[in-house]
Structure formats: C-alpha cells, structure tokens
C-alpha cells in the first residue's frame, strides 16, 4: 500500500507538469469557475469513470455517483447536486448511466445479506418488483441480469423526472433533457436506452410511464 499511495502522488505531479508544457494557464483558467452543461448520475463501480467514458474534459461535466446510480427521493445527497446542477449550473442535460455487470443490481437479484448495504439495495428490489413478470420470463441468467440493468436505468430517469427540481424547471420553461445510458465493461461503448425527456411530458404522464 504504501508502494501504490507514493505512486499516485508520483501521478499527480506528472500529470502537472504534462499538462502544464502544453497549457501554461491550464490551471488558472479551470480555476475561473465552471459552466458543465451535463450533470451524470453513475455507479460508484472504478471501472466507470464518467469523464473518459464520454471523452469530457475538467470542467465539462459535473457527476454524482453512488452504488448502482440509483435516484432516491430521501437521498440528500443526490438532490443537492441536483438542485446546484439545475439551477445554479443550469445543466441541459442529465444522464443516468448504468453498466452491465453491475454488483448492486446483481446483489438485488439473491436473497443473501451483505451489510447496511442490503437498505440500499431494497430500492433496486423494488425495481426487480415493478417488473417480475417481463425478468422472470427471461430463461439466461445473463440476459436477465443486462435487462435488469436496464430496466433500474429507466426507472431511475423516471424518478429523476418525478423530483420537485426537474419538476420546477420544466415548469420555467428551462432547457433540460434527461436520458438513460448503459456502460458496456467489455466494449467500452455506451447503449442510449431511448429514454429521453425534455418537459414535454406533463406530470400525470411521467407518472404513468412505462415500457
């Protein structure tokens, strides 16, 4: 360990001095502030980093990650980055993006115990719940568990959708467009589930939205 901490320090310095020979005012200029039109909701999972997923720079993108990407209406956490995205950052755009493989949506689908996590993952059960009928219909356990994941990424932008802050945004005429993506670990590419909204939506029908 105390190999690998000296070298992310080692890193770091390297990674200054690299981007400093090709940008002298690199630094000074991010730190002027930010203007990230895109706040991304991901999983915590270290294989997942939102930046090079997209080919983002510092300063382009604002995230919020937690186990599994969930969007939890009791979570403060969640909903102060939200609430700065929105309307003090004025973001256009929200993505949900899961991954195939993911463990919290894999732990959701046994029955064993694995700490306080397990009160985390009831939500991602919940999901499970929502959508037995279409899961257990599904024979491949591998199939099943991708179609899980996609199906908590929907539900996820519906919440999101739902929450008194996209709510009100909408409501002021306000850019904002969410969308749910899946991360491929073995491809590297990103699968747009097609589940954009815009406002266009009014909140009765968010609320009846399926798939």
Known sequence: MEDFYKKILDNNKEWVEKTLSKDPNYFKDLAKGQTPPLLWIGCSDSRVPANEIIGA????????????????????????????????????????????????????????????????????????????????????????????????????VFDLAKTSIVQAAWKSGQELTLHGWVYGLNSGYVTDLNVDLSGTEDLESVYRLKF
């Open 57 to 156: 720079k510092p300063g382009e993108v604002f995230v919020h990650r937690n186990i599994a990407n969930m969007v939890i209406h009791s979570d403060m956490n969640m909903l102060s980055v939200l609430d700065y995205s929105v309307n003090v950052l004025k973001v256009k755009h929200v993505i949900v993006c899961g991954h195939y493989g993911c463990g919290g949506v894999k732990a959701a689908l046994g029955n064993s115990s694995i700490g306080i996590i397990d009160n985390w993952i009831r939500h991602i059960k919940d999901v499970y719940r929502l959508h037995h009928a279409y899961l257990d219909s599904i024979i491949n356990e591998d199939d099943r568990f991708n179609a899980f994941v996609e199906l908590n990424v929907k539900e996820q």
